[in-house]
């Protein structure tokens, strides 16, 4: 079924048994959050929470915790759904098989945004304060709205054909921010909603802005969608949800019909205040930085509306189905967008972000003896200049040369790059340049490295599935050595003290091991503070290794040495220790999760989960 509103979809997962009802009390202040992240880890279902501490409304979560789920909830509309990205992408489709693509067109007629006049009857006016005031983690700067669907109209271009409807989160307390008053948005510079208050700046005006929370899921997902070029966000959400967008202008603000919250307000220019800490998806804290705030006009709410919830923290979280249903909805777009890319992957534990792998082709020199990267150099450079894949820090690419090659066999594909790569040649670093916001591995906001590490070609050497004897008895504190794949040995150092000091400590030990001999079949070496966290999981080995490093400052080399500009090395030591400047990694209050055992014990409304934690 298509769902009009949060209920009738609540209704129709709990019917379905992909649902519990919650009926204890739940205190938003940290007890729901850790519910929340039980019952996900435990493969559980979706949660209503009926009885919310502080507010009237009832709060939902989980909603996307599988995919399965999530897929469940847009079985009418997926199909067609996909049909309409994948003519944008290719129009031609429609052309040459007009009957079998006859129906899309209607799908996509019927998507359309509708106008309606005045407020919804079934509105009413609320204040912030009035809202599930959740909080995640220990540390959060104040209550946050998780699931937000923040619009924006471009000042020069008005109307909501050209709007921008996007997840940026929203701090409701805390902070020097005034109670019912203000509310923090945070967002990047570059996202829409930062281009449309450059030009509202521009003007001298302020940014009319409305933040939807709630309504169909499908308005949920398209918060988050990149979407082909012409293809608003409004208009994607009525095709999935199979039901036009409908909204209405109030006081000069839009509102969504379909929404259970709607919070309208003003961005004035250069008026910011402090926001966060916040508990993000790397699995660590965004710091307190100054972000925009929004003077707030009017609050509304359905009268039988449900707050959705998520949380974020390290991978895998609810927001990892996002990631693979946005996927499964454009996988064909990058390759339209940049060509000759076969695939590209963010890998999800590693913080999607920090670290990319990528399938390209190589045709550049077919002639010669010895392949060399030339094509997907080409390519590896479109890739860190496209949207949320410029966030990158690391990118792994290859070709396929004497068989396929699987970006989502991450271990598969680190093997197929580390048997063929010339780490005097193939590594390619961009220093001085953006990283994204909330990674705190670089040396200022926004402000970090990347590096490319490409190869193609026939395999040189074989990687070795051992600890080899050259990373025995080590100077400077380094040992306990042991592998998290073949060919890349982990070493447990001494706690960072500066970036001065790791260079000597790490020329010292580089020189220790080349006086053992070479190390062909183990070319990358990542420094940690524990090998046994390290080593539990290779989960754990793309979560640390490359959430805690900045490539430009972080990774040296055996052997190292420059010729023309270009820095080369027999092997790769990647600094992956913490640094006094990163954020504090996530961790739950113990006290918080005693409270909640409550919930799952034996005729709690959980109880049925007990078994599963």
């Given at each position: 079924m298509t769902y009009r509103s949060m209920k009738e979809c609540i209704a129709d997962l709990e019917n379905a048994g992909h649902l519990i009802r919650i009926t204890e009390e739940v205190d938003p202040d940290l007890e729901m959050a850790a519910v929340h992240l039980r019952t996900f880890r435990a493969g559980g279902p979706a949660l209503y929470f009926e009885k919310v501490k502080g507010s009237k409304y009832g709060a939902v979560s989980n909603l996307f915790g599988t995919i399965e789920r999530s897929k469940y909830m847009?079985?009418?509309?997926?199909?067609?759904?996909?049909?309409?990205?994948?003519?944008?992408?290719?129009?031609?489709?429609?052309?040459?098989?007009?009957?079998?693509?006859?129906?899309?067109?209607l799908s996509a007629r019927k998507a359309l945004p509708i106008k309606k006049k005045g407020l919804p009857a079934d509105f009413e006016e609320i204040r912030i304060s009035d809202?599930?005031?959740?909080?995640?983690?220990?540390?959060?700067?104040?209550?946050?709205?998780?699931?937000?669907?923040?619009?924006?109209?471009?000042?020069?271009?008005?109307?909501?054909?050209?709007?921008?409807?996007?997840?940026?989160?929203?701090q409701l307390s805390g902070n020097?921010?005034?109670?019912?008053?203000?509310?923090?948005v945070h967002y990047q510079i570059h996202r829409?909603?930062?281009?449309?208050?450059?030009?509202?700046?521009?003007?001298?005006?302020?940014?009319?802005?409305?933040?939807?929370?709630?309504?169909?899921?499908?308005?949920?997902?398209?918060?988050?969608?990149?979407?082909?070029?012409?293809?608003?966000e409004l208009t994607f959400a009525g095709l999935l949800s199979g039901r036009h967008f409908r909204y209405s202008y109030v006081d000069g603000f839009c509102v969504s019909h379909d929404a259970d919250f709607v919070i309208t307000g003003e961005i004035y220019p250069e008026e910011t205040k402090p926001e966060g800490p916040f508990g993000d998806h790397l699995g660590y804290y965004s710091l307190v930085h100054e972000f925009p705030v929004m003077r707030v006009h009017k609050v509304y709410a359905k009268k039988d509306a449900v707050f959705p919830f998520?949380?974020?923290?390290?991978?895998?979280?609810?927001?990892?189905?996002?990631?693979?249903?946005?996927?499964?909805?454009t996988g064909g777009a990058v390759k339209q967008e940049i060509p000759g890319v076969k695939e590209v992957h963010a890998v999800d534990a590693a913080g999607v972000h920090p670290l990319l792998l990528a399938v390209g082709s190589e045709r550049y020199t077919p002639y010669q003896a010895v392949k060399r990267p030339a094509e997907i150099l080409t390519i590896a450079n479109r890739i860190l200049g496209t949207g949320q894949l410029s966030l990158a820090k690391y990118l792994f690419i290859t070709a396929e040369d004497d068989g396929p090659v699987d970006a989502h066999d991450i271990q598969g594909l680190f093997a197929h790059i580390l048997e063929r790569i010339d780490l005097r040649r193939d590594l390619h670093f961009q220093t001085n340049t953006t990283?994204?916001?909330?990674?705190?591995?670089?040396?200022?906001?926004?402000?970090?490295?990347?590096?490319?590490?490409?190869?193609?070609?026939?395999?040189?050497?074989?990687l070795s599935p051992g600890v080899p004897t050259a990373l025995s008895e080590l100077p400077g504190g380094f040992g306990r050595a042991a592998m998290s794949m073949p060919g890349v040995a982990l070493l447990q150092g001494p706690a960072f003290r500066g970036y001065e000091s790791a260079e000597a400590e790490i020329r010292r030990l580089a020189e220790s091991i080349a006086a053992r001999g070479p190390l062909e079949d183990c070319p990358v070496i990542v420094l940690c503070d524990d090998t046994d966290f390290m080593g539990a999981s290779f989960d754990n080995f793309l979560w640390a290794a490359f959430t805690r490093s900045n490539p430009s400052h972080d990774i040296h080399g055996i052997n190292a040495s420059y010729e023309h500009k270009h820095w080369g090395c027999d092997n790769v030591i990647i600094d992956a220790r913490v640094k006094p400047h990163q954020a504090p990694p996530l961790v739950q209050d113990p006290d918080v999760t005693k409270r909640i055992e409550r919930l799952f014990a034996p005729g709690g409304s959980l109880g049925i989960l007990?078994?599963?934690?």
């Open positions: 847009f079985r009418e509309t997926w199909e067609s759904t996909q049909e309409v990205i994948g003519l944008r992408n290719e129009p031609m489709k429609a052309l040459k098989q007009p009957l079998r693509y006859a129906g899309t067109g809202l599930p005031m959740i909080k995640s983690w220990p540390d959060d700067g104040g209550a946050f709205v998780t699931l937000p669907q923040v619009y924006s109209e471009d000042p020069d271009k008005p109307g909501i054909m050209n709007a921008n409807l996007g997840m940026y989160r929203i020097e921010y005034e109670k019912d008053r203000e509310i923090g829409g909603i930062g281009v449309h208050q450059a030009k509202a700046a521009k003007r001298g005006q302020p940014l009319k802005v409305s933040c939807f929370i709630g309504g169909p899921p499908a308005h949920t997902l398209s918060a988050v969608m990149p979407l082909p070029e012409g293809l608003s998520t949380v974020v923290g390290r991978p895998p979280q609810e927001d990892t189905a996002f990631g693979a249903l946005i996927h499964e909805l990283i994204d916001t909330l990674d705190y591995s670089g040396t200022g906001l926004n402000s970090g490295s990347k590096v490319i590490f490409a190869a193609v070609g026939k395999a040189v050497r074989k007990r078994a599963k934690r």
